[in-house]
Structures are given as structure tokens and as C-alpha cells.
């Protein structure tokens, strides 16, 4: 089993940046892809970014592509989401995720994912 703790969450102006973080327990990290949801209440989750068991392979969400950034410590057993020039619409419960995978390619869907944080809150200010 795998647990996942988000941390690195706030408050923060338009254009500006956050880091977020995702502590992994569990005897194999280096072999799950990893991702990044995130969620308003009563909306759907949205697939925000992800990246295979190496570090190798990333994708992103259009909506944050060229802005926000995925990157992995596999010896460190935590993965890392950099968001810069944050806008408003970016305001939501950001979560970690993951399953088992030694694939190039990572996943995007929700649905594929067996392993949940508990969210950390990020609001970005006009």
C-alpha cells in the first residue's frame, strides 16, 4: 500500500508562484507514475499533470501547459508540482495520485489512479 500527504497550499496574488509537494510512504515509489488532480465543489476533478515512474515522460492539461511544471525525487519518495504565473481559475483542492506503472506513457484519467491524497487548498487572488 501506498499513502500520499500534499503539503505547500495557500494563498497567493495573480501571476504568482506555489510549489507543491506530495510525500509518498511505501517500499516501491520508484515504480508508480504520479499525478496531479483538482477539484471546486459540485465540478468535476480535472487532470492538472503527470509523469511515468522514471521522470522521463510528463504530460499536462492545455490549461496549464508552459506554466506549471511535474518533477519526481525518487530517492526523496515525493513528488513535486511548480506553478507559476498562477491565475484565478487555478483556485482549487489540488491532489496527489498514483498507480503501479513501469510504462513510458502515464495516464490522465482520474480513473486509472488507485492511491489518493487528502488535498491541499490553493487560492489565487485578482
Known amino acids: 500500500q501506498v499513502q500520499l500527504v500534499e503539503s505547500g497550499g495557500g494563498l497567493v496574488q495573480a501571476g504568482g508562484s506555489l510549489r507543491l509537494s506530495c510525500a509518498a510512504s511505501g517500499r516501491t515509489f520508484s515504480n508508480y507514475a504520479m499525478g496531479w488532480f483538482r477539484q471546486n465543489p459540485g465540478k468535476e476533478r480535472e487532470f492538472v499533470a503527470a509523469?511515468?515512474?522514471?521522470?522521463?515522460?510528463?504530460n499536462y492539461a492545455d490549461s496549464v501547459k508552459g506554466r506549471f511544471t511535474i518533477s519526481r525525487d525518487n530517492a526523496k519518495n515525493t513528488v513535486y508540482l511548480q506553478m507559476n504565473s498562477l491565475k484565478p481559475e487555478d483556485t482549487a483542492d489540488y491532489y496527489c495520485a498514483g498507480y503501479w506503472s513501469v510504462s513510458i506513457v502515464v495516464a490522465t484519467a482520474g480513473e486509472r489512479y488507485n492511491y489518493w491524497g487528502q488535498g491541499t487548498q490553493v487560492t489565487v487572488s485578482s
Open positions: 509523469i511515468n515512474f522514471n521522470g522521463r515522460s510528463t
